[in-house]
């Protein structure tokens, strides 16, 4: 995964290889339709940190 932000459109453009790439989708509470060729635009997330880690480790956890 590479996490690109765009603080001018206030987002993040989610890049990922992934086998599941629809369960990183979910982490996120974007549906496997919203995937565009294993892209996904996060709206509103800007902090690694506070917003993507905890959303992955639950996501894997359960």
Known sequence: MLLLTDIMKEGSELLMASDDAAKIARAFGHCECELEKGN?????VMSRK????????AAFRG
């Open 50 to 57: 506070k917003q993507v880690v905890p959303a992955l480790e």
């Open 40 to 44: 996904l635009w996060l709206d509103g």
